[in-house]
């Protein structure tokens, strides 16, 4: 099928990745009257192409491209070879993700004043407010569904939201409910209402769940302005002999290489290939890639500061009816130094499946003691831990030195070490976890260590000043005025909070930036 947009059509804006950064953008500056094409490395799979299978929909939507980690983190030695579980397909993790919106915290943009120097963390504040991203948490929100927001109703609470409330009652907590969610709990924008179906993960088979793949992107490509090429690999961002990128190299889906002009570059690919390809594009005007004379482009990983806990009860649960992650208890999210670390985090109801209990629960697990807990499934609640954790120099997205891809370039390379503040927070969590849980009667509490990374963060952070970070608070490079980076790796720090809704607010209001920088010929 022929390109809407000439290859040679250099007043395109190119977006690279269709995810909650990318689809939400380039679908914002379509409606603003912006031709944008939009490269998305995966396939596109649409809702009745899903599968609710845990193990058939993970082999169909991941991104599986070979990736190396390194660091003391359990899952270089669990998952060695899947530091993150994202999806390379149309839509990205939004097809992927539960659907948990929240807000970030007044204190959590401002974490270096805060949290003041702490040791081994590259603390920062970001050059932007919670007062100045209110009205863009709003529009999301709105655009997204989230309930609890804007008058729409919480959905329903199903068993496992039951014992998280009882439990977290009798703890004393007055914070939980069934979260502020992206998924609709009655019918919304020409989408119907959750079916409890279970299997969020697996792509929503219902379209309840906000996914760019069957929202943002469909209205964008209404207008006419919008073209998405799926199974387009991108391997380079050009420039010109100014240092304006001008031009995106890519493969499609046969491996013949293509070049698409560009008049901007917008880059949404996730914390891990976002810095990767802006490192893969170093040439001999920018040697040690794209955007970074900092030195900073794959540095501060963050992953969040996460773990399970689950119960088995006497009495069965059955957590795997309704939506995945089903509630929410917040109390421990807030800022309080006497538990003996900074930052935050949020307890989540979360129910896996069999095939993936299974290999979670304690990889490489085995013997009586792994087998009873499966044995006592129908009878379990559970709940992930996610905090903020601490950004690192050290912990870093890099060019591994001789492993290279399908097209000849280097792969990344994960690396991730605990901050002490991350064990410190971890271990309260699992306590308050395995203690909610045992003050209504839990017959025993398994704690798990943390799956590969969902909430992929910083790598090209946010900085006031060029020699912190790699962009600015609008997401524009620091050294190239018409490049930007519209994913979660623009992120400063992590915050208690699932990143969407952020990534949505930002991605919202960098549209309104570029569309205004546009019609300014400012880039």
């Known amino acids: 099928m022929a390109n809407k947009f000439e290859l040679s ?6 977006v690279i990745g269709s995810g909650a950064g990318g689809g939400t953008l380039a679908n914002e500056l379509a409606q603003k009257g912006v031709n944008v094409v939009v490269l998305e490395a ?6 009745e192409d899903f599968v609710n299978d845990e193990w058939g929909s993970f082999s169909q939507i991941s991104w599986l ?13 669990d998952f060695a070879g899947l530091p993150a579980w994202i999806v390379k397909a149309v839509g990205g993790s939004t097809v992927h993700w539960a659907g948990a919106s929240l807000r970030f915290q007044e204190h959590e943009f401002k974490t270096r004043t805060t949290y003041g120097e702490l040791a081994g963390a590259n603390l920062l504040d970001w050059p932007i407010t919670l007062a100045e991203m209110e009205p863009y948490y709003d529009r999301a929100e709105d655009k997204m569904g989230v309930t609890g927001t804007h008058g729409i109703p919480r959905l329903p609470g199903n068993n496992n939201y039951k014992v998280l409330a009882a439990g977290a009652k009798k703890l004393g907590y007055t914070d939980f409910h069934t979260g502020n969610m992206a998924i609709n709990s009655q019918p919304r924008d020409n989408r119907g209402s959750c079916q409890q179906i279970g299997f969020c993960f697996q792509g929503c088979k219902s379209g309840a769940k906000w996914s760019t793949l069957y929202t943002e992107i469909p209205k964008g490509e209404e207008t006419g302005r919008l073209e998405v090429r799926s199974n387009a690999q991108v391997l380079q961002v050009q420039h010109d002999d100014k240092g304006l990128v001008n031009g995106v190299l890519y493969a499609d889906k046969d491996g013949n290489q293509h070049v698409q002009k560009a008049r901007v570059v917008c880059v949404a690919g996730n914390s ?4 990767r390809l802006l490192l893969n594009s170093a040439s001999s005007m920018f040697p040690d890639g794209l955007a970074n004379s900092s030195g900073q482009v794959g ?27 089903a509630g929410i208890v917040r109390d421990e999210s807030k800022l309080d130094t006497k538990r003996g670390f900074v930052g935050g985090y949020e307890m989540e109801t979360l129910s896996l499946g069999i095939p993936f209990m299974a290999a979670f629960l304690d990889p490489g697990g085995w013997g009586k003691s792994f087998a009873s807990a499966m044995e006592g499934y129908d009878h379990m609640a559970g709940m992930w831990l996610v905090g903020e954790d601490m950004p690192q120099e050290t912990n870093r997205i890099t060019l591994h030195a001789s492993e290279k891809d399908a097209y000849g370039l280097p792969v990344p390379n994960v690396h991730f070490d605990d901050h002490a503040n991350d064990v410190a927070m971890r271990e309260h969590a699992f306590g308050r976890g395995s ?19 969902t909430h992929n963060l910083g790598t090209n952070r946010m900085s006031a000043e060029a020699r912190d970070g790699v962009v600015n608070k609008h997401g524009q490079t620091h050294d190239i005025k018409n490049l930007f980076v ?3 790796s623009q992120f400063t720090t992590g915050g208690a909070e699932n990143p969407t809704l952020t990534i949505v607010a930002l991605a919202i209001r960098q549209a309104e930036f570029i569309a205004d920088q546009m019609q300014k010929k400012e880039i």
């Open 9 to 14: 059509d250099s007043s395109v804006v190119v």
């Open 42 to 47: 995966g396939g596109r799979h649409e809702i």
């Open 65 to 77: 491209d070979k990736r190396t980690t390194s660091g003391s983190w359990r899952v270089a030695k």
């Open 272 to 275: 891990i290939e976002s810095p």
């Open 299 to 325: 540095k501060n990983y963050m992953r969040h500061m996460t773990g399970s806990v689950y119960a088995i009860f006497d009495k069965p649960v059955h957590m795997y009816r309704c939506t995945t992650m």
């Open 435 to 453: 203690a909610l849980y045992d003050a209504i009667g839990a017959k025993r509490t398994i704690h798990t260590p943390p799956y590969p990374s």
């Open 486 to 488: 519209s994913d979660g």
